[in-house]
């Protein structure tokens, strides 16, 4: 009976123990991607604004990129936002191949076709599902005429 005792006492100081070590690693884990991500946070008059990128286990979630240039075409646009995805998804250790989700805000639904041009064929053989909008009243921020944010895997 004292021996069942001490090896359940055992169990259970194991597993406290597993539990306090995992929460350390744990800690660890989250201390190593926030110094990662430090060079994803896109910040405004030296004010952190928002992360151009956040992972979560084996995915990575991209900020909205938007184009904020001229020649106000939405062909343009839609490469450059395209193109501002791919380096964000360079940046966190992925791929446009590895695009699972993407959104596509349109400032006006009439560009659709173009946009859709520009991007047919931009991820790879087996594209990522997508939703496209057009956003009410204001616009897309910026001036930008198509805005996208994805989810993709690393």
Known sequence: MKTERRSALKKMFASVLGIAGAGVAAKAAVASREEKEADSITSFQNAPLFSGHTKFGNLVFVAGKGAHVEPFTIKAHTEIVLKELENEL?????????????????????????????????????????????????????????????????
């Open 90 to 154: 360079i940046k966190a250790g992925s791929s446009m191949e590895k695009v699972l989700k993407v959104n596509v805000y349109l400032n006006d639904i009439a560009d659709f076709q173009g946009m859709n041009e520009v991007y047919k064929g931009r991820f790879g053989s087996k594209p990522p599902v997508r939703t496209t909008v057009a956003v009410a009243k204001g616009g897309v921020p910026g001036n930008s005429l198509v805005e996208m944010d994805c989810i993709a895997y690393i």
